[in-house]
């Protein structure tokens, strides 16, 4: 027999939920002792330094990873206990390990259409008019219709990320997981992901998010709960107006930090004069 599924009824609203979750790699530990829950109508921006586990957090959050310590339920399903390919198709991912994957001489909108048939570019000769329609519509969401007939490998970095996003989103999926969106773009290039991020993080209709950065520049209005981590742990989570502080950024990157807040956008510096902290 293969599949056992444990359905968490009386948290039906619980996208991922992880319990004293620890994930070790010989003697380090990647993320120690996680508590975290995301639900249906929560956006939640994962901040930290590099190495702090981010990437981790998020891999579990995508049953790509299996928890050495504790319990992670992703949509429901234990992981451990559940078939990670029936899981997985539930879940748009937009990483850089999946940009690497792509083959550049893909066309972008066969890279779009083709996760809707769980693979990475062409696949079909001919693909459902429906999903080709689909396709077109979420090109056009991410202002990126005109490069449709296009081969990925001739794209600049922000038209990747667009397009990944689309190929993300192209499944309907119940969770969107976003690995540093915003890596490599120009300030345009941000500006417009984040505005286009921050559409799609105040329709109702979207699913939950959750989006890895490095930087509170990056986080879209209407995204409403942050996470903070260093060194595999978490220093602060909750509500975005509660946990983006300057003090708890300041624990988070070892600096002491200054935050401005400028309507729903956060701006952070290093207060003059300051010297970074030993962790
Ligand atoms: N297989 C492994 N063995 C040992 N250490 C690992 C392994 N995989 C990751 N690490 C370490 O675990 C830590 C967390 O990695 P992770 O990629 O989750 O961090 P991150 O916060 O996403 O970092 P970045 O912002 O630089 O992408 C890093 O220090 C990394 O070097």
């Not at 929560?42 to 981790?56: F, H, I, Q």
């Not at 998020?58 to 429901?76: I, K, M, N, S, W």
């Not at 107006?241 to 309507?263: K, M």
């Amino acid at each position: 027999m293969g599949r056992v599924t444990e359905q968490i009824s009386e948290d039906s609203d619980l996208v991922v939920r992880m319990a004293g979750v620890t994930v070790r790699r010989g003697r380090t530990s990647l993320v120690r002792g996680i508590d975290w829950s995301v639900e249906l109508d929560e956006r939640w921006v994962v901040l930290g330094p590099n190495g702090a586990g981010k990437t981790t957090l998020l891999r579990l959050a995508g049953a790509e990873l299996h928890p050495t310590t504790g319990t992670v339920h992703v949509l429901g399903e234990k992981l451990g206990r559940t078939d990670v390919f029936e899981l997985r198709p539930r879940i748009g991912l937009c990483s850089a390990a999946l940009a690497a994957r792509v083959p550049p001489e893909e066309k972008v909108s066969d890279v779009v259409v083709s996760a809707g048939y769980g693979v990475i570019g062409r696949w079909r000769e001919q693909y459902d008019s429906m999903d080709i329609g689909r396709a077109e519509e979420l090109l056009a969401a991410l202002g990126i219709k005109h490069l449709a007939d296009r081969l990925f490998g001739t794209l600049s970095e922000g038209e990747r990320k667009r397009t990944l996003i689309a190929r993300a989103l192209m499944t309907d999926p119940e969770m969107l997981l976003l690995d540093e969106p915003a890596a490599g773009l120009d300030l345009g290039g941000r500006e417009d992901l984040v505005a286009r991020l921050s559409e799609f993080a105040l329709d109702p209709d979207a699913p939950a998010m959750v989006l890895v950065t490095h930087h509170v520049e990056e986080i879209p209005p209407g995204f409403t709960h942050a996470l903070l981590l260093r060194e595999g742990g978490v220093v602060a989570q909750g509500l975005i107006s509660d946990v983006i502080t300057a003090e708890n950024l300041s624990a988070t990157f070892g600096q002491d930090l200054e935050l401005d807040r400028f309507g729903d956008r956060f701006f952070a510096r290093r207060r003059t004069g300051a010297v970074a902290t030993e962790g």
